[in-house]
C-alpha cells in the first residue's frame, strides 16, 4: 500500500524525506517555514488538477456511472484527491504554527529580519496564518464531500425545520 502511493505520487516520497532532514539543517526555522508556504502554495494546483480530470472524464466518456460507497460518480482518485488536499493544507499550517511558536518574531526573510520586522508586518503575517486555519471548515462544501456528506445532512435538517 505504501509503495503504491509512493508511485502515484512521487513527490510526497521527497517531501517526507525533506522533512525528516530538516533537524540537520543549520537554519531549520526557515527551512521548515519554506516546505509549509511550498505546500500552500501546491494544495490549490493539485486539487484544481485532479478536479479537471474528474469533470474531464465524467463528461468525455458516455458511460452511465454507477452509484458507489462514495456517492454518485465520483471516482476513487477524486476522494484520494480531496484527503491528499486536505493533508497538505492541515501539514502547511502545522508546519508554520510551529515556525510561529519557535521564532514568533520571525518574517519571511529568517533571523534577519527578527529586529527591523514592524508591528504591521507580523501582524498581518498572524492574520494570514489565522485565515488559512480559519479555511478548513470549507473542505465540508468541497465537491465530493458536500455531495457525500454536507448535501444530505442539510436536507435532513432542512425537512425537520420545515415541519
Same mark, same amino acid.
Given at each position: 500500500?505504501?509503495?503504491? &502511493? *509512493?508511485? !502515484?505520487?512521487?513527490?510526497?516520497?521527497?517531501? #517526507?524525506?525533506? @522533512?525528516?532532514? %530538516?533537524?540537520?539543517?543549520?537554519?531549520?526555522?526557515?527551512?521548515?517555514?519554506?516546505?509549509?508556504?511550498?505546500?500552500?502554495?501546491?494544495?490549490?494546483?493539485?486539487?484544481?488538477?485532479?478536479?479537471?480530470?474528474?469533470?474531464?472524464?465524467?463528461?468525455?466518456?458516455?458511460? &452511465? *456511472?454507477? !452509484?458507489?460507497?462514495?456517492?454518485?460518480?465520483? #471516482?476513487?482518485? @477524486?476522494?484520494? %484527491?480531496?484527503?491528499?488536499?486536505?493533508?497538505?493544507?492541515?501539514?502547511?499550517?502545522?508546519?508554520l504554527?510551529?515556525?510561529?511558536?519557535?521564532?514568533?518574531?520571525?518574517?519571511?526573510?529568517?533571523?534577519?529580519?527578527?529586529?527591523?520586522?514592524?508591528?504591521?508586518?507580523?501582524?498581518?503575517?498572524?492574520?494570514?496564518?489565522?485565515?488559512?486555519?480559519?479555511?478548513?471548515?470549507?473542505?465540508?462544501?468541497?465537491?465530493?464531500?458536500?455531495?457525500?456528506?454536507?448535501?444530505?445532512?442539510?436536507v435532513?435538517?432542512?425537512?425537520?425545520?420545515?415541519?
Open positions: 500500500d505504501k509503495a503504491a &502511493i *509512493q508511485s !502515484r505520487h512521487p513527490w510526497l516520497t521527497r517531501l #517526507t524525506e525533506l @522533512i525528516t532532514n %530538516a533537524s540537520s539543517s543549520k537554519n531549520k526555522v526557515l527551512y521548515v517555514y519554506a516546505v509549509g508556504e511550498i505546500l500552500n502554495i501546491l494544495r490549490p494546483l493539485y486539487w484544481s488538477r485532479a478536479e479537471a480530470r474528474q469533470w474531464t472524464q465524467r463528461f468525455s466518456t458516455p458511460q &452511465i *456511472q454507477k !452509484r458507489s460507497l462514495f456517492g454518485s460518480c465520483y #471516482t476513487y482518485r @477524486i476522494w484520494i %484527491a480531496y484527503w491528499v488536499s486536505l493533508a497538505m493544507d492541515l501539514i502547511s499550517n502545522r508546519l504554527r510551529n515556525v510561529q511558536e519557535v521564532a514568533p518574531t520571525h518574517g519571511r526573510r529568517g533571523a534577519s529580519q527578527q529586529a527591523s520586522a514592524s508591528p504591521s508586518a507580523s501582524q498581518a503575517s498572524l492574520d494570514e496564518l489565522e485565515w488559512r486555519r480559519s479555511r478548513h471548515g470549507l473542505y465540508l462544501l468541497r465537491s465530493p464531500m458536500y455531495e457525500f456528506a454536507t448535501r444530505p445532512v442539510a435532513f435538517l432542512g425537512r425537520i425545520i420545515s415541519k
